[in-house]
């Protein structure tokens, strides 16, 4: 007998009607042989109410106090699908993040999980009990309070379980029914993919493809979890995100790319007039990096006359809290000039393949300058390529992406 963890979303635990919709999967798959974790999230809607109800009082909230809000979105639904299971004849049992063992650090809003202390879970499990833990939360022991995990913490909350218990397999219930090459609402010929690796998927993820967030894919890919990415509401097969790839590899590394992706959750920032001296650099980014904000990609210009230009990309959503650090930083580094760009959007293709094929690079800049789209920032890794464009071009540049490595994908190297 084997462990399979369950994870649903909001949309699939939205309503009573659904819920009961849940604990059908959930007993149908415990009743085939498998002791059960179901991971679940908090009703569609209920925790951004709770945020706004929150910036209604203030926008300079307390952290640790919107950890305490938040999370009982989750513990309070959780009782919800455990008693459901239990009216189909099961027995279940319900979980908060700290009864499931899961201890974390101490940043509030965006925790990492340390440990997970799983006694009480196996001990359930080996009784025949399924058990139903609330996602995207934990607790920190150094000061004994609740903590989330930060945007799309269950999925990280199911993964992180799968690996603490040795799962056979990972299963996020989702509204999509798998893992395309592009978003379908945007590219009308996207194919579904039946596998895809854990490392393709990873830059996906951070790229802007919202099936599943990165941290969750990079913990399957560090413990080797199988991740198997299912619709909630339809029984289709799914899509298997995994590192145990074997023949599906050889076909993989013909295909030059794999996904296509864009994200307009992006913000540039550039500074002028730095002083071009060794070390300033470091001083910007370690300032920026000391307040917990992610840079993407960076580009530096040649200093002329002692002076230089640092341009960066950060996520819209910490553009605030960048720009206040970049404030500080031009009292101490003299007359900077700080600028900023919400318009833009960070196309990207990925893909295994491009290791071994040449003229990647060349084909997506000459499709993106056929439709007049203009470059502004590249950067690039082993299997991925993505740029900065006008925000506006987003749709547009993935779709000619598609059409240029996918839809007539044949043609490159």
Known sequence: MGIVVMKFGGTSVANVERIQNVAAKVVAKRNAGNKVVVVAS???????????????????????EYDQMVSTGETSNVPLLAQAIKQLGVPAMSFTGTQAGIETDNKYSKARISKIETKRLEAALDSGMVCVVAGFQGYCPESGDVTTLGRGGS?????????????????????????????PRNVRHAKKLDVISHEEMLELSSLGAKVLVSRCVE?????????????????????????????????????????????????????????????????????????????????????????????????????????????????????????????????????????????????????????????????????????????????????????????HGDNIG
Do not use: W
Not at 42 to 64: Q, S
Not at 374 to 382: A, C, F, R, V
């Open 155 to 183: 999925d990280t909350t199911a993964v992180a379980l799968a690996a603490a218990l040795h799962a056979d397999v990972c299963e996020i219930y989702t509204d999509v029914d798998g893992v395309y090459t592009a978003d």
């Open 219 to 407: 913990l399957g890919m560090n413990y080797n979890v199988d991740i198997m990415v299912l619709s909630s509401l339809e029984d289709k097969p799914g899509t298997l995100v995994t590192s145990k790839m074997g023949a599906k590899m050889a076909k993989m590394e013909k295909i030059a790319v794999s996904g296509v992706t864009s994200d307009k959750n992006q913000a540039k920032i550039t500074l002028r007039d730095l002083p071009d001296r060794p070390g300033v650099a470091a001083e910007v980014f370690s300032a920026l990096g000391g307040t917990n904000i992610n840079v993407d990609m960076i580009i530096q210009n040649f200093g002329v006359d002692g002076i230089a230009n640092i341009s960066f990309t950060v996520s819209k959503t910490e553009l605030p809290a960048a720009l206040k650090t970049c404030n500080a930083l031009a009292k101490t580094l003299g007359s900077l000039k700080i600028e900023t760009d919400e318009d833009i959007a960070k196309v990207s293709i990925v893909g295994i393949g491009m290791k071994s094929h040449s003229g990647v690079a060349a084909t997506m800049f000459k499709s993106l300058s056929d439709n007049n789209i203009n470059i502004l920032m590249i950067s690039t890794s082993e299997i991925k390529i993505s740029c900065i464009i006008e925000e506006k071009f987003a749709e547009l540049a993935v779709r000619v992406l598609h059409d240029a490595f996918i839809d």
């Open 42 to 64: 908090a009703m569609a809607g209920v925790t951004d109410k709770l945020i706004n109800m929150l910036k209604e009082l203030t926008t300079d909230y307390d952290l640790r």
